[in-house]
């Protein structure tokens, strides 16, 4: 099963930036970048976000353009600071992907992407080659959270905190059937094949890629951001 790893660039338009102003748990603290601490660590430039437009730069609207031209619909959001350290820069709301998803909040344009993509190229193809029929939504425990990373009181934040990162709990099937994470991981051959098809396909997408191998804390889903360089575990 042929899986492209990431939606080809395209040429910018000239009514790219028209169209784009209208239109868990954190990865382990080695491989947190240095903008993901606490005020009182090391100083690293920041998005504005107290008043700044979305989808301002060239990046930005590039992503932009790419979720329309995938057939993604979504709404793009202002730039919000959160306090607290935890903010959202040119985040979306994904609408329609192709496939439901479930508990949605605000993601980065490039998580938002990556994760349609993986969607469609990934978990849907991978359906229908292993149980013979289609996922019809994909669970997740959400994006957007202001806290550190494994919940605690004190520590980095999470990559959740910046809108980066997506916690996939598991899938739901015409027939049915739900692949879940907790169970299905280590589950009947079928399931474990499944899974572990789209946790290879995850680490070639984004930049963090946490599995229940991982940790006790990650027993229950796939932990996904675009933090790190393709820590995969």
Same mark, same amino acid.
């Given at each position: +099963? ?28 080695? +491989? ?8 009182? =660590? ?17 990046? =930005? ?21 959160? /306090?607290? /350290? ?20 605000? +993601? ?7 994760? =349609? ?43 959740? =905190? ?63 951001? +675009?933090? /790190? ?5």
């Amino acid at each position: +099963m042929a899986i492209p790893t990431v939606l080809k660039p395209r040429m910018l338009v000239a009514a790219t930036a028209a169209f784009a102003l209208s239109a868990c748990f954190g990865a382990p603290d080695v +491989m947190k970048r240095s903008d993901a601490k606490r005020p009182g =660590a090391k100083t690293v430039q920041r998005p504005q976000v107290t008043g700044a437009p979305s989808f301002t730069s060239t990046d =930005a609207q590039q992503c932009a353009f790419d979720l329309k031209q995938a057939g993604v619909r979504f709404t793009p959001l202002p730039n919000q600071d959160h /306090g607290g /350290g935890c903010s959202s820069i040119d985040s979306v709301k994904l609408l329609d992907i192709g496939t439901p998803v479930t508990n949605l909040g605000p +993601m980065t344009c490039p998580l938002a992407r990556n994760f =349609a993509a993986w969607a469609q190229y990934a978990v849907r193809p991978a359906a229908r080659k292993y149980f013979g029929t289609e996922v019809v939504k994909i669970e997740t425990y959400g994006t957007y959270s202001c806290r550190n990373i494994y919940g605690g009181r004190s520590g980095r934040l999470s990559q959740h =905190a910046y809108s980066n990162a997506i916690d996939v709990a598991g899938f739901v099937l015409a027939d049915g059937r739900r692949i879940m994470l907790d169970g299905g991981w280590k589950g009947d051959r079928p399931s474990q094949d499944f899974l572990r098809a789209l946790h290879k396909s995850a680490c070639r997408r984004f930049g963090t890629v946490l599995s229940p191998d991982y940790n006790a804390a990650h027993y229950n889903h796939f932990h996904l951001d +675009m933090s /790190g360089n393709g820590f995969c575990r």
